[in-house]
């Protein structure tokens, strides 16, 4: 095994908790007593070798944790098992000390270990663009502006230039940290644009904002042509949907001009992206993909400080697994990075809460943005910039005072 890629948990019920050993394939006896256990600090491991996971076993024990594999692992009667990590931080920095003398790669996992309690334990300062370092000692908002005729929420009401640069005025006046321009729906079903189309649509606001706003300007898009014709009038953060999965040219881009960017993890084009969206393991398959995504951005020359992530809500999940994105936010702590939160006003809020029109749904776009911020999102993504100003700083300042 090249990394061993432990993954924080973070469950918030014994229901939660029973879930994750079934995944294990922990035997029944063996969920009952770990379950009341797991209010600890939990770490996934996958695919050990029964020998690297029976050592964490007996060691854990030792320290007074525990370690769940499944059953077969200590007879050696399986090929490889997951394993989830059940201790305290402390208990688990010991883990570490005693792991560095032992075989079977073990010391390599104590080093990703720690590297990943660090990470999780130590909230980024600031997020770098092209232009400035933005400051993560309070949440960053991000005002969303749609060029575009067919947004779910605000389409066509910002295809006038004017309209659209008064709005943009008027988010930075309420407390955007960010403006997000887009000319292109990634609304699910949306049909795609040409690159020709969405530079008409983005450039000439771009490059009139670049010279009245004080914050920063974001481009929503996925397209290194179009990316590049952002950055040239004024932009300075890339916010790409695909995680620089549909074009191979602009992590090169991003490198290149040192803008900051966003890595959200979806699957599937917006075309397609709702015709399924079962996982195995939503949390596990989020986590994956945005590694992936990151490591692609990293080999492309883009510096780890201009990285922000996003777990991608309404993005091939359904609505339960749009919660437990909000629910397990935690989770992504452990990459180190800036997490961009962006429920505002979609579908599952709608669907929760039976709002069939986007306008409607301002408070339970309010709740899964205070839930965000007390799960670790340090920028949110919204339309209503005023009141997600307050509702993000009262989330932050109960979380941190």
């Known amino acids: 095994m090249d990394r061993f890629l432990p993954r924080l948990l973070a469950l918030q019920s014994s229901e939660h908790a029973a879930r994750e050993l079934q995944r294990v394939a922990v035997d029944g006896y063996g969920i009952v007593e770990m379950v009341p256990k797991m209010s600890t600090l939990c770490i996934h491991l996958p695919q050990l070798e029964c020998r690297q996971a029976n050592i964490l076993k007996q060691e854990m024990l030792s320290l007074g944790g525990d370690a769940a594999v499944a059953r077969g692992t200590v007879a050696c009667s399986i090929d490889r098992t997951d394993c989830v990590l059940i201790g305290t931080a402390k208990q688990l920095r010991r883990l570490c000390l005693k792991l560095k003398v032992q075989p079977f790669g073990l010391p390599a996992l104590a080093e990703e270990l720690n590297r990943l309690m660090e990470q999780s334990a130590t ?12 400051s993560l000692q309070r949440p960053l908002i991000m005002g969303i502006l749609n060029l575009t005729p067919d947004s779910f929420s605000d389409g066509g009401r910002f295809s006038d230039p004017n309209v659209a640069f008064d709005k943009a005025l008027q988010m930075e006046a309420e407390g955007a940290d960010i403006i997000d321009i887009g000319g292109e729906s990634t609304r699910p079903g949306a049909d795609p644009v040409s690159i020709d189309e969405e530079l008409r649509r983005i450039i000439p606001i771009i490059e009139r904002l670049a010279g009245t706003l004080t914050c920063a300007i974001s481009v929503d898009t996925w397209k290194s042509a179009v990316a590049a014709g952002a950055l040239s009038a004024g ?3 890339i916010n790409d949907i695909s995680g620089f999965n549909f074009d191979p040219q602009i992590g090169t881009l991003a490198a290149s001009s040192g803008a900051g960017v966003v890595l959200m993890h979806t699957r599937g ?3 397609k992206m709702q015709q399924d969206t079962r996982y195995d393991d939503l949390m596990k398959d989020v986590s994956d993909g945005l590694r992936a995504s990151i490591i692609r951005a990293r080999e492309a020359g883009v510096c ?50 039976g709002r069939d029109q986007p306008d409607d749904r301002l408070f339970g776009t309010a709740a899964a943005v205070a839930i965000s911020v007390s799960n670790g999102a340090s920028i949110l993504r919204v339309h209503d910039v005023r009141a997600m100003r307050d509702v993000a700083d009262m989330a932050h300042a109960v979380m941190h005072s």
């Open 269 to 271: 084009t917006p075309d």
């Open 123 to 134: 909230a980024p300062a600031g997020w770098k663009t092209s232009r400035r370092t933005l």
């Open 235 to 237: 932009a300075e953060i």
């Open 304 to 353: 780890a400080e201009c990285i922000a992530i996003d777990p991608g809500i309404g993005f091939g999940k359904d609505a339960a697994g749009n919660m437990a994105l909000i629910r397990r936010m935690a989770e992504l702590s452990g990459f180190g990075l800036p997490i961009l939160s962006g429920p505002s006003r979609k579908s599952f809020i709608g669907k929760v809460l």
